[in-house]
């Protein structure tokens, strides 16, 4: 079992940074792919970006060049640096945890991110 804890959301001018954390309990995070989501209103929830336990990286067409995944593992915590913002990225950001070993899923509960002027 693992549970998920965002943060770092919040209110931010465009152009502007934030880092979102995702904090895992539980056992083994090294053997977790984890991603970022979000989900707009009235949309879909999307990928963002994701890490694998090796630390290879992929992302949104959309993020590309101005979000950056990591990941700690001594400290079971993913990030997401997200750097010059738009108003389009508007959403709630979701942590995902995907077992490496059994494909089983956890979500967080997710995080308001807020782009505007």
């Known amino acids: 079992q693992v549970q998920l804890v965002e943060s770092g959301g919040g209110l931010v001018q465009p152009g502007g940074s934030l880092r979102l954390s995702c904090a895992a309990s539980g056992s083994r995070f090294n053997i977790y792919n984890m991603a970022w989501y979000r989900q707009a209103p009235g949309k879909q929830r999307e990928l963002v970006a994701a890490?694998?336990?090796?630390?290879?990286?992929n992302y949104a067409d959309s993020v590309k060049g101005r979000f950056t995944i990591s990941r700690d593992n001594a400290k079971n915590t993913v990030y997401l640096q997200m750097n010059s913002l738009k108003p389009e990225d508007t959403a709630v950001y979701y942590c995902?945890?995907?077992?490496?070993?059994?494909?089983?899923?956890?979500w967080g509960q997710g995080t308001q991110v807020t782009v505007s002027s």
């Open positions: 995902k945890a995907i077992s490496s070993r059994t494909s089983i899923t956890y």
């Open positions: 890490i694998t336990p090796g630390g290879n990286t």
